[in-house]
């Protein structure tokens, strides 16, 4: 059975959003995760889930956790276009090539976690914009921001990400790790 990205899973208590095409990989960053009922996490396009579960929430959340969080701001249109086509006409090698540059620089084979996710869920992945004023309001009501990020990430820019993110959150920075936060 496949977990879409836009749903969560209750795993130890903690609500986790998957990233794009995947499902299961919460196991990848249970160094990072808080295991209690009052943390949301997300781990790249599930990391924007999160944020806007956490937004719309009118639950108690303390933690929001952002593992990788997929950030396109500084991408142009036509790379949106690019990647839309190259998934539409090829998919099983663009998700091998998706799938590398997740592991990337480690060589964890991720291949039992994926769960191709469909064009609509990646255009939403490549188009969607953080909105500070989210970000600020969830701060306000006393959530502990974290986001967790890997110095070789292959799928974002890591720096334009590390600097959109550092006024807003508390940001880690991992030397030699990628977008799945290993070495």
Request: overall charge positive; proline content about 3%; hydrophobic content about 40%.
């Amino acid at each position: 059975m496949r977990i879409s990205p836009t749903k969560y899973v209750e795993k130890y208590f903690l609500k986790y959003f998957n990233g794009f095409s995947l499902c299961g990989e919460e196991i990848f960053f249970d160094t990072w995760l808080i295991k209690n009922d009052f943390c949301v996490a997300g781990f790249s396009y599930g990391a924007q889930k999160a944020l806007e579960y956490t937004f719309k929430s009118k639950e108690r959340i303390d933690r929001l956790i952002l593992l990788s969080p997929a950030f396109f701001h500084n991408q142009k249109v036509g790379f949106v276009r690019t990647q839309l086509h190259y998934f539409h006409t090829a998919r099983q090698l663009y998700m091998s090539q998706f799938l590398q540059n997740i592991s990337y620089p480690s060589e964890v084979d991720i291949t039992p976690y994926l769960h191709i996710g469909s064009k609509e869920e990646l255009e939403e992945l490549l188009t969607y914009k953080w909105d500070i004023n989210k970000l600020q309001t969830i701060q306000n009501r006393g959530t502990i921001i974290e986001v967790f990020l890997g110095e070789k990430d292959k799928i974002v820019d890591a720096k334009a990400v590390l600097d959109f993110f550092t006024p807003l959150a508390t940001t880690y920075y991992i030397k030699e790790a990628g977008h799945l936060l290993k070495r």
